[in-house]
């Protein structure tokens, strides 16, 4: 195996380049910005606007941490989704120091917008891999997301 220096010390390169990972990524994610732009949304506002869908009214406090932001970059993506009238921010009656947020019938619509990019996008990785391996992409893309400790963002669990 062939070795590299970094930091003075000698680290044997692994079976993965992560540079074509990287690269992979990133070509998608232009490719989907530039999919999303006539909606008005950027692709991480398009994720909170799923996972609203996914899991209904929340805290903001919850989906930050289901997408292991800070509040306050939350914050930031959800103002704007305020703003385009595609979410609606209320004071949770239960405990008025958190918000609600929740999806109204624009942002379901913008969602069906965006669930259609998303199928462009598949169609590309698919186009360009195949089914099988576009299966396998997607599966491996799964199993990283978690072990890095990613998750499918869930209901909060009340009282927990």
Known sequence: MTTFLQRGQAMKRTAV???PVL??????????EMLL???GI?????????ALSKIGPTSQRHL???????AGSMSSMTE??????FITQSTNPVNRRSDILDLTPDGRAVLEKVLIVWQEAAALITLALGD????TLTALSTKLRNTLGGTQPEKEQRGA
């Open 17 to 19: 380049d992560l540079h």
């Open 23 to 32: 690269h992979s990524a990133t070509l998608l994610e232009k490719r989907v």
């Open 37 to 39: 732009r006539p909606t």
């Open 42 to 50: 950027r692709h991480r506002q398009a994720l909170i606007l799923d």
């Open 64 to 70: 930050a941490k289901q997408f292991d932001v800070s």
């Open 80 to 85: 704007r989704l305020v703003a385009l009238g």
């Open 132 to 135: 099988n391996q576009a299966e």
